[in-house]
């Protein structure tokens, strides 16, 4: 039997992750691991607790202490989803951005050298390699030139991960997804922000001119690839995973107003944000060619899905916005802060 330790649990791909295990792989056992921040929310979890096989553990990875117990146990996996991921909350402060992206990730890398763990994979992002022209992909071979303090907090958690291989052996794998949408995305994320704005009947805020261009790809799609990777990829290598879905901002709010029939009178543009990225796109002939693997949710699908969960998932993402979600975190560990509201 695997047992697999899945850290950032409580977030939204993690969740989801733990989601794809449960159904495809419910033989493996898997510790659920989360320092319940801001946009940890237990409550994606919800359906797991008392399932056998399954167990979440409130704990903080850049505390080697606070960790080691989790991998004395015995741990075959590491799959590390935790981050600060908001840009937006990089520019206003990136000191938790550099504790957990950087010293957490060196914390976990020690404790997988020193407790042998088979397979560490480290989930990062296409924000790594800063912004592409109006033509081209990134290629895992593509030089790293972040941007912003969140993509150089994953930089540079990357750059350690590579190290850990070449210098100590640790089996480590990288995957660099492009821009994720779905369920249970925390509600400051631009898709499900503009879904539940419109909803509240508020307008949707659009950076700029809207034209900054993203590759879009459905969860479910990045989580089958990253169980690709954890059980066949080639240890010490990087894997670019994307949707094959690039398009501008101003498109993705003008589809949703679509969705719930809604004008374009909603969108309020807004002054850009610092260093914005113009588009992003990725190439992930790798992963077909090694591991099979092609993106199978069609935006044209994925989006409608999207949008009718946050329809019928109401009052998740209330307690989100209003601060509530926070009470189930303390019904079962006590008092926790929040920080800050729900963002653009």
Known sequence: MQRIVVTGAAGFIGSNFIRLLRRVRP??????????????????????????????????????????ELFATGVHAVVNFAAES?????????????RTNVAGVLALLDLSRRFGVGRFVQVSTDEVYGSLGASGRFTERTPISPNSPYS????????????????FAVPT??????????????????IPLFITNLLDGKKVPLYGDGLNVRDWIHVDDHCTAILAVLEDGRCGEVYNIG?????????????????????????EYVKDRPGHDRRY?????????????????????GLPATVAWYIDNESWWRRIKSGDYLRYYEMQYGPLGMVGAASA
């Open 27 to 68: 033989e493996w056992e898997i510790l659920a691991v989360d320092c319940l921040t801001y946009a940890g929310n237990l409550e994606n979890l919800a359906d797991f607790e008392g399932i056998s096989g399954y167990g979440f553990a409130k704990a903080d990875i850049s505390d080697p202490d606070d960790m080691a």
């Open 86 to 98: 908001h840009v937006d909350r990089s520019i206003l402060g990136a000191h938790d951005f550099v």
């Open 152 to 167: 150089a907090s994953k930089a540079a958690g990357d750059l350690l991960v590579q190290a850990y291989h070449h210098t």
């Open 173 to 190: 794998l990288i995957t660099r997804c492009s821009n994720n949408y779905g369920p249970y995305q925390f509600p400051e994320k631009l």
């Open 243 to 267: 949707g094959d879905c690039e398009l501008p901002n101003l498109e993705i709010a003008r589809r949703i107003l679509s969705q719930l029939s809604r004008d374009e009178s909603m969108i």
């Open 281 to 301: 796109a990725m190439d992930s002939s790798k992963m077909a060619a090694e591991l099979g693997w092609r993106p199978r949710i069609a935006f044209d699908d």
